[in-house]
């Protein structure tokens, strides 16, 4: 080692570990602490249902962590990570045939009619300057832009709500329904401010790298990670559960992939500012996930073959019935006809399922902390564009939002995204200042989704934090 500076790190999701390579490169001795049996955290993969059926407990596409800069610089390759790219990116089916996003932008455009112009030209100029948007956005917003010019052009379509951007700019109900689609990732209503950027995003993500998913499942993304840091020399010690930061070793930086609640547990609060303490207890969770996976005797079956060409399908009908769904959680209500994300890793990856067999990966949103069953409203919308699809389930596992906590107790009342994705909460996360990662606690640091630039498989919280802490300690950062 070229420095005997000591890091620790509590926590080992993907921005756990991100922080950990980043400060491994540096030199540093790095032990890690994840309380469960294996790394990952929300980014994982286990067996479920039955026997050979392999299924993401977390996270399950990925076009953030395909698209993100650190883990574009990482040799991940080398430790048997895998990109699977279906045809498609994503189907949206309707009444009357699916819309299908392709990794080609003009194919895309080509089957939207009318409003082929329009969506090339809201695309073509993100698709364009994408690399120059992500360094501006997968970051804190409070800094001097890099690309000011594109991250002013970004903003403009980036702050209406999606459905007043989807309205004015298209035409039909397919190029509205894909809009809206995309921008419901959001987990907000899609009247709300913001909710544009992430439509926009996920859009330009997919025709950019795609929408790929780790062959073999989301596990192998995090033991790509986790065998890179111990290649470089960091110690991963698992079933270690964290309870106090005073039971941890003597370290120069102590770097927590923990929300809020549990960061505030783990340090003594007595020596935290209440200021501090009063805006990390003021900030609002995101809706629950109700999530299900299917062992599946057969594929699904799509009344519109074309959604077969996609890893994901968004299940949730026209722009107004998506703005009914995504409505219904803040109301503390489950929609009737919710908007259902689903996964179909086993088209286009045997090592999901026996041969013959299949899987599916789905969640809708729900009120955070919602304790009644969803499953009638999810198996509906399955059913409603894949009739017969009942008739092919071999087995389900349902994880109500309280399951979801209790296996990783970052994701507060079923909160998949570190926290509400709202205007304010995405400028101040956790706290309005341009190093949002520094806590009160001198060499303390939050990495986790709860910190910019948010939700999502990307490792940038990771990455940005570890940069404070190296700049802190006098490295180059």
């Not at 009063?278 to 996930?289: E, M, Y």
């Not at 926290?419 to 341009?434: C, I, K, Y």
């Amino acid at each position: 080692m070229t420095s005997r500076k000591r890091a620790v790190v509590v926590g080992a999701g993907p921005n756990g570990l991100s922080a950990a390579i980043m400060l491994a490169q540096a030199g540093w001795r790095v032990q890690v602490y994840e309380a469960n049996r294996r790394v990952g955290g929300a980014l994982g993969s286990e067996d479920l249902t039955l026997p050979g059926f392999v299924h993401d407990v977390g996270s399950a596409i990925h076009p953030l962590g395909a698209a993100s800069p650190f883990f574009r610089s990482l040799p991940l390759h080398a430790y048997g990570l895998e990109w699977v790219q279906p045809p498609a990116a994503l189907a949206h089916p309707l009444e009357g045939g699916s819309v299908l996003m392709y990794r080609s932008l003009e194919q895309t455009a080509a089957g939207l009619g009318r409003d082929e112009g329009a969506y090339l030209a809201l695309l073509r100029p993100l698709v364009r300057e994408w690399r120059g948007l992500l360094d501006d956005t997968l970051r804190p917003l409070l800094h001097l832009p890099q690309h000011p010019l594109t991250l002013a052009r970004f903003g403009l379509r980036a702050l209406p709500p999606a459905s007043l951007l989807a309205r004015s700019l298209f035409r039909t109900p397919q190029a509205r329904a894909l809009l809206g689609g995309l921008a419901a990732h959001s987990g907000l209503p899609l009247s709300a401010p913001g909710t544009s950027a992430f439509g926009l995003m996920l859009a330009a993500s997919g025709h950019a790298v795609g929408w790929p998913f780790p062959r073999g499942g989301a596990q192998a993304l995090a033991d790509a990670l986790a065998g890179l840091l111990t290649h470089l020399g960091g110690e991963i010690h698992l079933n270690a559960e964290v309870v106090s930061l005073k039971d941890l070793p003597q370290a120069d930086a102590v770097l927590l992939d923990t929300s809020l609640p549990g960061f505030l547990r783990l340090a003594e609060t007595s020596e935290l500012p209440d200021g501090y303490i009063r805006k990390l207890k003021q900030f609002k969770p995101g809706p629950g996930a109700y999530k299900v996976d299917y062992a599946l005797s057969a594929a699904l079956p799509w009344r519109d073959p074309l959604s077969a060409l996609a890893g994901t399908v968004h299940l949730g009908g026209t722009l107004p019935e998506l703005e009914r769904a995504e409505a219904a959680p803040q109301r503390g209500e489950v929609a009737e006809r919710p908007y259902v994300l689903l996964a179909q890793h086993s088209l286009f990856d045997a090592a999901r399922a026996p041969a013959g067999q299949h899987t599916a990966w789905a969640y809708i949103h729900v009120p955070n902390g919602y304790a009644g069953s969803a499953l009638a409203e999810l198996e509906g919308q399955i059913e409603r564009f894949a009739p017969g699809f009942k008739d092919t389930v071999l087995a389900r596992s349902v994880s109500t939002p309280a399951r979801l906590q209790s296996w990783n107790p970052n994701l507060l009342g079923g909160d998949v995204g570190g926290g509400a994705n709202t205007l304010w909460q995405v400028l101040a996360r956790p706290v309005a200042t341009p190093t949002p990662y520094r806590t009160p606690l001198a060499g303390v640091y939050l990495c986790s989704a709860s910190t910019p630039p948010g939700g999502g498989v990307h490792g940038m919280s990771g990455y940005w934090a570890a940069r404070a802490a190296l700049r802190d300690r006098g490295d180059s950062g």
